[in-house]
Each structure stands twice: as C-alpha cells, then as structure tokens.
C-alpha cells in the first residue's frame, strides 16, 4: 500500500539517479499572484518530467525474471521517456505504445533513449490496449504510467523533498492527469504536516479526477485535445483515487487561453520552459482559482517537454493578447507611391513591420483599390492606438484583424 513509509523508501531507493530538482521563489510571478510563489522545477529532470521518479522506482523493484521478460508501458509521452532512459541504462527492453497525435519531440526522445516505439491509437486509452497485448505476447511487465503502488510512491517523493526545501509552505498546487503525482505527493505531505493545503489542478477539457471526487466514484470523460497533453487522462486510477479523495483538499480547472499564458509567462519572467500539463499549476494560482492570499505556495512545474510547433503558437497568441503583434488591414488607391507613403506614416511611429500581404479582390475593394494586412510589432496598446490615431489623421481607412 502506498504510505509514508513507502514514499520514503522509494526516495531512498532512487536518490542516486534522480536529480534533486531546485524550489525557487519567484519574485515576479509572486507579486501578480499576490502570494509568495515558490516553483518546484522537476522539468529540469533528464528527461524533462517528474516521471522518472515512479518509473525508476518501479524499475529498481522489477525481479530478476521481469527484467529479463523486459518492460512495456503506454504514455503520451513523458512516462515513455522515463521508462525508456532508466530501462535502458539497465539493459532492460522497453516498448512503448504512444498516441499517434504525440508530439514529435517525445516520440523522438522516446526513440533516443533506446526504447522500441509503437504510434497507435487517437488517445492513451488506445495506446494502453495495444501495449496490454504486447505484454501478453511478449511476456513483458506492463508499468502502468500513474496506477501503481510503487509508481506513485516513487511520485510522492517530490513532495517529500518539497518539505524538506522549504517546512513553511502554506499551500502546495500540482497538476493532476491518472493521480499519480498528486495521490502520492498529498501522501506524502499530509502525513508529515496535516496543515499544508493541498490543492489540484486540471484542464477543464478533461476533469476526470475533479468528476469522480464529485460524483463519489470513478468516471470515464469523452476524449478531448488540449494542450495539456500529459494530464489529458479520461479515467483516473483504481489507486489514486483514494488518495486524491481522502488527502487533496481542493480541485481546480483552467481553461487552454490561462494554460498558455502561464506557458509564456514562465518563459518570459523566468526563462523557464514548460509544457502544457507543467504550467497547469501555475495558470490555476496566476488566474486566482485558489482563494489563497499572503501564503507561501509551492507551485509544481512538472514537466517541460513541449513541442516547438505548439510552443511558436503560444508565443505569438500570447505577443498578440499582450499589445506587442498587431494586424492592421489597411485601404488605399492602388497607384505608384501608395505604399511607400504609409510605410512612412508606420516608420514615423517606429512600429516594425514583420509582413504583408496583398488583396485586390476580396474584403470589398473598389476597382483601383487595394487592401494590405500589416502585421507589426510594437511597444504594446497604447501604442497600437497611437498608431491607428495616426493612420486615421493621414486619412487611411484602416482596421484592427483579430
């Protein structure tokens, strides 16, 4: 069973190969929380999540005949990478099952750490029955990503180490997909000090645990996509739930808009990378989901494997919500010289222009007339109404494309 006894062993049993990853206060990030944020950086593992820490734990407890059976799991992503790296330091065969809509960059680091991949099915459920029939053709040990004893006691070990970097957090805010995490790190926590808050967050387009502590008793949610891909779990585990019912005091949801934000932030404020499911914590505290004021809050980053596609989006839709990228549509008489004269309009306002685009016959343009998109960089709003005052004065009918 998991306990605080077992939470303690896995750490004991792991030390060696996992990092002891930073708690960092925030002074940025604490001043729009209107707390003192503390950030828990587990993305800065090997593979880039806390999942080492279940996946090495239940590794170290394969027998000898499971080790040589080898292993299989199904992951969407950052549960794969562990499997994979720590299987493969020791000379353990891996397969992994990953949805065929995971992100290039874990199914590449999957590949990397010498573990055989198999892309099947739209969503972990799918993948989770492909992997169940190759365990029972091979003979393999199937490591469950989140519904496990050893895996989440080896998860709780990041909140034993969360205590033991700062015994005066208030509150403790962690992302929650299967439980696994937030089951064994409340564990974990509650046991040593009773009086810390412990609060979990999910996306809204999958509330799977936040559905089943409300309906008293597991569910299974439609599929959905979001960008928290790691916590996008349907059902939440037989052996997580229980501990989710009888440790975590609260359970919020964020919305994909505050997931990428906090995304952009982190990067931005404290040159952080997270993924979706890493920044979930974060988003819940930032948007004020936690009725929390003056404490000292421990905010886990759990994970920074996130795909630079995906990534490039939420930079520019977060540039684009903040001031600092504008498309501007633009009207004037199609003649020599046109253009050249509103550049000079856009140059006096020292806006930057990154680039256009052309229309002679669509947006309901007179013979003779064009339209031009302009997308530019500025300094933020009130620079963008500078610049549209000033286009206005020049005489150009001109509007701002959403």
């Known amino acids: 069973m998991v306990n605080l006894e077992s939470i303690q062993a896995a750490l004991t049993r792991i030390r060696e190969s996992i990092r002891l990853t930073p708690l960092t206060h925030s002074e ?11 950030l828990k950086l587990d993305n800065l593992q090997r593979t880039g999540a806390f999942k080492e820490r279940g996946a090495l734990n239940r590794i170290l407890l394969l027998s000898e005949e499971e080790r040589r059976g080898g292993v299989v799991a199904a992951s969407a992503g950052n549960h794969a990478q562990a499997v994979a790296y720590h299987a493969g330091l020791r000379g353990i065969r891996a397969t992994i099952c990953m949805p065929l809509a995971t992100p290039l960059v874990k199914v590449s680091a999957t590949r990397g750490f010498g573990a055989e991949v198999v892309l099947v099915g739209r969503n972990y459920d799918e993948a989770y029955e492909a992997a169940q029939k190759i365990r029972e053709e091979q003979g393999a040990t199937f ?5 496990d004893e050893a895996v989440i006691a080896g998860q709780g070990t990041l909140g ?6 700062n015994p005066a957090l208030d509150v403790i805010v962690a992302p929650i997909g299967g439980g696994g995490l937030l089951g064994g790190l409340s564990c974990a926590v509650k046991e040593i000090n009773p009086r810390v808050t412990i609060v979990g967050v999910q996306t809204a387009r999958i509330p799977s645990m936040k559905a089943a502590v409300e309906a008293g008793g597991l569910v299974t949610l439609p599929a959905a996509t979001t960008i928290a891909d790691g916590i996008a779990v349907r059902r939440p585990g037989e052996l997580t739930y229980p501990l989710v019912r009888r440790y975590v005091d609260e359970i919020v949801t964020v919305e994909e808009e505050e997931i990428a934000n906090a995304i952009l932030l982190l990067l931005e404020r404290e040159k952080i990378l997270a993924e979706g499911a890493g920044a979930a ?18 905010v886990v980053v759990c994970g920074g494997n996130i795909d630079v596609t995906l990534l490039s989006r939420i930079i520019e839709r977060g540039l684009v919500k903040d001031g600092r990228l504008v ?9 020599p010289g046109s253009l050249r004269r509103l550049c000079e309009v856009i140059e006096q306002h020292k806006a930057n222009i990154v680039e256009t685009q052309h229309d002679r016959a669509y947006y309901g343009v007179n013979l003779g007339d064009t339209v031009i998109d302009f997308t530019m960089e500025t300094r933020g709003p009130l620079h963008i109404e500078e610049l549209m005052a000033a286009l206005s004065a020049a005489g150009y009918v001109h509007e701002r494309v959403q």
């Open 28 to 38: 940025s990030l604490s001043q729009s929380a209107g707390n003192q944020l503390f």
């Open 143 to 147: 490591l469950h990503p989140f519904d």
């Open 160 to 165: 034993l180490e969360m205590l033991a970097q």
């Open 281 to 298: 914590a974060l988003a819940a505290v930032l948007q004020r989901k936690i009725a929390h004021a003056g404490k000292r809050i421990g």
């Open 327 to 335: 498309r501007l549509r633009v009207h004037l008489v199609d003649h």
